[in-house]
């Protein structure tokens, strides 16, 4: 993609998203929401993300690591090398590890046993930071890519996905911290904002879908992909929890849970975020 299909529609949002923009209306909520909405259709036609998808794609296909050998082998959930579809359908319990993986924690494994990485190597950047780029945030955006138009359907069969699930719930209502938060205090009613950001409320259907859906995603106030641990990682820190452990069991029972709450939404990312 051209550097110049992504600036323009950058322009035009900051455009829109300009003090005299949001003043359009009468109404400053109604201004505000429909200046956001504007922003994100512009941006769609040259979404930023596209790029990340190319460079996961050459990551996938590309020998690499001590065993000099591609993820073409990695078994995502539905079969060594299949890709498509398998965004959607994760988390779930893998019975080669006999515990339940997210993609991320998938793809590192499958770093460390395909490849010959060491799990300190395979995790050294799990985030990129606006000026080094992170491996797994590309392969993400390409692999979530596949699954676009695909309905969630993380399984819940298995004793370890129920388990999985239970424990996602319990941290998503647990208050603790400096300020006594928890994920349901910003995400567990309807109608609520933060300056210009609408909180979904993850215990209705239709916003967990319609989450769920678009993430991974290009966050525009950090010129990167962002994926599913990376924002489990940053609501904990909002909430002064103490860091969360990429790939740990809190952190994958926490995307098991928001998996199940978004069942049957077609898959819409990576999208566009603020």
Same mark, same amino acid.
């Given at each position: 993609?051209?550097?110049?299909?992504?600036?323009?529609?950058?322009?035009?949002?900051?455009?829109?998203?300009?003090?005299?923009?949001?003043?359009?209306?009468?109404?400053?909520?109604?201004?505000?929401?429909?200046?956001?909405?504007?922003?994100?259709?512009?941006?769609?036609?040259?979404?930023?993300?596209?790029?990340?998808?190319?460079?996961?794609?050459?990551?996938?296909?590309?020998?690499?690591?001590?065993?000099?050998?591609?993820?073409?082998?990695?078994?995502?959930?539905?079969?060594?090398?299949?890709?498509?579809?398998?965004?959607?359908?994760?988390?779930?319990?893998?019975?080669?590890?006999?515990?339940?993986?997210?993609?991320?924690?998938?793809?590192?494994?499958?770093?460390?046993?395909?490849?010959?990485?060491?799990?300190?190597?395979?995790?050294?950047?799990?985030?990129?930071?606006?000026?080094?780029?992170?491996?797994?945030?590309?392969?993400?955006?390409?692999? %979530?890519?596949?699954?676009?138009?695909?309905?969630?359907?993380?399984?819940?069969?298995?004793?370890?996905?129920?388990?999985?699930?239970?424990?996602?719930?319990?941290?998503?209502?647990?208050?603790?911290?400096?300020?006594?938060?928890?994920?349901?205090?910003?995400?567990?009613?309807?109608?609520?904002?933060?300056?210009?950001?609408?909180?979904?409320?993850?215990?209705?259907?239709?916003?967990?879908?319609?989450?769920?859906?678009?993430?991974?995603?290009?966050?525009?106030?950090?010129?990167?992909?962002?994926?599913?641990?990376?924002?489990?990682?940053?609501?904990?820190?909002?909430?002064?929890?103490?860091?969360? %452990?990429?790939?740990?069991?809190?952190?994958?029972?926490?995307?098991?849970?928001?998996?199940?709450?978004?069942?049957?939404?077609?898959?819409?990312?990576?999208?566009?975020?603020?």
């Amino acid at each position: 993609m051209h550097p110049a299909s992504i600036a323009r529609p950058l322009l035009l949002a900051a455009a829109l998203l300009s003090p005299a923009a949001l003043r359009a209306s009468d109404d400053p909520k109604e201004s505000a929401a429909q200046a956001i909405a504007r922003y994100r259709e512009l941006l769609q036609d040259g979404n930023p993300a596209d790029l990340w998808v190319a460079r996961g794609e050459a990551l996938w296909k590309e020998k690499r690591g001590p065993k000099a050998l591609s993820l073409e082998g990695c078994d995502l959930g539905r079969g060594p090398g299949v890709v498509k579809g398998a965004y959607a359908e994760l988390p779930r319990w893998f019975a080669d590890v006999d515990r339940v993986m997210d993609l991320e924690t998938r793809l590192v494994h499958c770093m460390v046993t395909l490849q010959g990485f060491t799990a300190e190597e395979a995790t050294r950047r799990t985030f990129g930071d606006g000026e080094k780029r992170s491996d797994h945030e590309a392969l993400a955006a390409w692999i %979530v890519d596949a699954s676009r138009g695909v309905p969630v359907r993380a399984p819940l069969s298995h004793a370890k996905e129920k388990a999985a699930y239970a424990l996602g719930e319990r941290i998503f209502f647990y208050r603790a911290g400096p300020h006594d938060f928890s994920c349901a205090t910003c995400h567990a009613q309807g109608g609520r904002r933060i300056r210009l950001q609408d909180l979904p409320n993850l215990t209705a259907a239709a916003d967990a879908q319609k989450a769920f859906a678009t993430w991974p995603a290009y966050r525009v106030s950090q010129g990167e992909v962002r994926t599913m641990q990376w924002r489990m990682t940053d609501c904990l820190r909002q909430q002064r929890f103490p860091q969360l %452990v990429f790939g740990s069991e809190g952190a994958v029972a926490l995307v098991t849970y928001l998996a199940h709450q978004a069942q049957g939404a077609a898959m819409d990312a990576p999208a566009i975020k603020r």
